[in-house]
């Protein structure tokens, strides 16, 4: 299962946040970057949209830290923005950072509970924790809201997931290191599937 980020909203700009990255076209500044953007906070005439923007742009061009924190000021500006929670979150996950991660898609599947998504994206932070009952049971949560819904894709997953966890709670293993990588992780970021 792979994170994706809501695209910016076509109206929006992609900005850049810092000088070495060259603006593409019609790419707005943000003052003097990102910068500026930690310490300054958001320059005149740059709203939140733009800043998500200059988020996606990081996240889709792999620079994971920079886009991590771009969306962490978002998420500090609008505390209950489920879409900055969930872009947040994709990022400290991409970084490896699954328990912070976990924490974000609570706090998203919270606020809007239609959205099975964050769940799904919980349960693989789970995964990738050792804490696989507890990610069986989000998985079953999931699979028995979702049916016939405009999720299914979500449900299939769920459900292939719980398959493997089934699969590896029954099959001891020995000499699992404390690593924190599961062999059910699953490759990470895929920056389009978040909803």
Sequence with gaps: MTDRLLAPHASAPVSETDEHLSPGPG???????????LWGGWADGVDD???YATGYSLYTRG????AMTVFGLLVARNPF????????????KKLGRAEGALQQYLCAASLDT???????????CLISLGRLAEAREGLEMIQS???????DRIA???RGLRHLIDQELRSPRKGRSNDNHHPLDQPDLDPGSHR
């Design 49 to 51: 949209e733009m800043v």
């Design 27 to 37: 790419a707005v500044r943000m003052g003097g970057g990102l910068h500026e953007l």
């Design 114 to 124: 239609e959205d099975p998504a964050p769940i799904l994206h919980a349960c693989e």
């Design 145 to 151: 809201s979702a049916p016939g819904s405009p999720h």
């Design 63 to 66: 620079m994971d830290a920079p």
């Design 81 to 92: 923005e489920p879409r900055y929670i969930k872009a947040f979150a994709a990022s400290l």
């Design 156 to 158: 299939m997953k769920a």
